[in-house]
């Protein structure tokens, strides 16, 4: 298995709608998970953590399941400007963080 | 709010031409790090510096590549001799502490094009 693997999309969704993205990872001894958002040929930028079973924070909703390893991104009532790629991070031993390779999400009106 | 900045923004070189890429970090930051990003391709961490050594390194920062820190506000990555294959986006990043990845801040990147 990839160290950590994600659906690349993309992922075309209507305006309101809810969107899931599921990331895969192979190291079980991983203690924190994140998710960034990166913007076309920007740089990129820190969504969520996750430390235990899940986190939230507004229209975000990140889950973890350790027993299948892996981590999951909800988004609500999407937003046009929620049109991204969506990056995992996990990060290994000695801090170096993996990357996925990102989930793109197209939000149309 | 302090941010971490890159120059140039867009640097273009002749293959075996060495380039030299600049980060001036948060300034309260102690830990620095490099990434690249070939085009179409995940983020790939490359080196972690602290404390004027290098924490660690992948097997990608090869001996053609180092970084320095040469005053008490710049960080640089030095490509001694570019391959075409190194054309990529290169982000900097700074961190307070090591302990965890999310507290790292990531510049805007410098987008590098070898010929």
């Known amino acids: 298995r990839k160290e950590v693997e994600q659906d690349p999309g993309p992922f075309n969704v209507p305006e309101g709608a809810t969107v899931a993205f599921n990331c895969t990872y192979s190291?079980?001894?991983?203690?924190?998970f994140f998710w960034y958002r990166q913007d076309c040929r920007k740089e990129p930028k820190l969504l969520m953590s996750?430390?235990?079973s899940g986190n939230e924070d507004g229209r975000f909703t990140a889950q973890l399941n350790r027993a299948s390893q892996y981590i999951s991104l909800l988004i609500r009532d999407s937003k046009l400007s929620d049109s991204a790629t969506y990056l995992c991070?996990?990060?290994?031993?000695?801090?170096?963080?993996?990357f996925g390779r990102g989930t793109s999400l197209i939000v149309h009106p | 709010e302090p941010e971490v900045t890159q120059t140039p923004s867009h640097q273009v070189t002749q293959m075996g031409q060495e380039v030299i890429l600049r980060c001036v970090p948060i300034?309260?930051?102690?830990?620095f790090y490099w990434y690249r990003q070939i085009l179409g391709q995940k983020v790939e961490f490359l080196v972690s510096?602290?404390?004027?050594?290098?924490?660690?390194k992948s097997e990608i920062f090869d001996d053609q590549f180092s970084v320095e820190r040469p005053d008490g506000s710049n960080f640089t990555l030095k490509i001694r001799s570019t391959k075409l294959e190194d054309s990529a986006m290169y982000f900097c990043?700074?961190?307070?502490?090591?302990?965890?990845?999310?507290?790292?801040?990531f510049g805007p990147g410098t987008r590098l094009t070898v010929l």
């Open positions: 990043a700074s961190s307070e502490q090591v302990s965890t990845f999310n507290e790292q801040f």
């Open positions: 190291n079980s001894a991983s203690q924190s």
């Open positions: 996750v430390y235990s």
């Open positions: 991070v996990v990060p290994g031993g000695s801090y170096i963080p993996t």
């Open positions: 300034s309260n930051h102690l830990y």
């Open positions: 510096f602290y404390n004027n050594e290098i924490s660690e």
